[in-house]
């Protein structure tokens, strides 16, 4: 499916650009905020209050979740150290994304900045659509910044734009390629769409 890896996607983790920081500083990860805490452990691990019955795309739909998640993951190792290097990009967002992330890290990297803090995510499938050529699904996330942290490798603290909001919708298009491999092939974050 190397074709489907190089279609244009404008927009393509245009979050790095949404956040807007000085000097071209871009790239939000889960960093911290990618693993799940204590509560969402115990949450998870908690019996069902309702007698609904369960919803057959669950196993799907965690394993989309995964997938963004881990490429959240990877993105803040790289975001770290101004580097894709040591990073497993490559395994969870198509070349497109891949070459927005190098043009971010070749900015980053001559600027001296880094990201030290992280993003919060509560991220859902709202769609998923299983009968498609490729199986899609569209991953709705709040993003929270509240704890984001940029700073030059001097470690100058760079402040996000003051009209950056601190939570916004993004929405990230997943597709099931080989090998039950889920991709993130196209995000959108919307500044205007407070969560």
Not at 17 to 34: I, R
Not at 50 to 62: E, G, L, R
Not at 145 to 168: C, F, H, V
Request: one cysteine or more; aromatic letters at 6%; glycine letters at 6%.
């Amino acid at each position: 499916m190397t074709a489907r890896q190089t279609r244009p996607r404008p927009g393509v983790m245009a979050l790095c650009t949404a956040v807007g920081l000085s000097l071209a500083l871009t790239g939000c990860g889960g960093g911290d905020d990618a693993k799940p805490s204590a509560a969402t452990t115990a949450a998870s691990s908690a019996p069902a209050a309702s007698a609904s019955p369960a919803d057959p795309d669950a196993a799907t739909k965690a394993a989309v979740l995964a997938s963004y998640t881990s490429m959240w993951v990877e993105q803040m190792k790289a975001y770290r150290v101004a580097s894709p290097d040591g990073t497993k990009l490559d395994d969870f967002a198509t070349l497109d994304a891949l070459s927005a992330f190098e043009r971010d890290l070749a900015t980053m990297k001559k600027n001296n900045t880094r990201v030290t803090g992280g993003v919060g995510h509560d991220a859902e499938v709202a769609e998923l659509d299983m009968a498609a050529k490729i199986p899609t699904a569209t991953v709705e996330d709040c993003i929270d910044l509240s704890k984001w942290k940029a700073e030059r490798t001097t470690g100058e603290p760079i402040p996000l734009p003051t009209a950056q909001p601190l939570r916004y919708i993004a929405t990230a298009t997943v597709e099931r390629w080989d090998n039950n491999r889920w991709m993130v092939t196209e995000y959108k974050p919307d500044g205007n769409q407070t969560c």
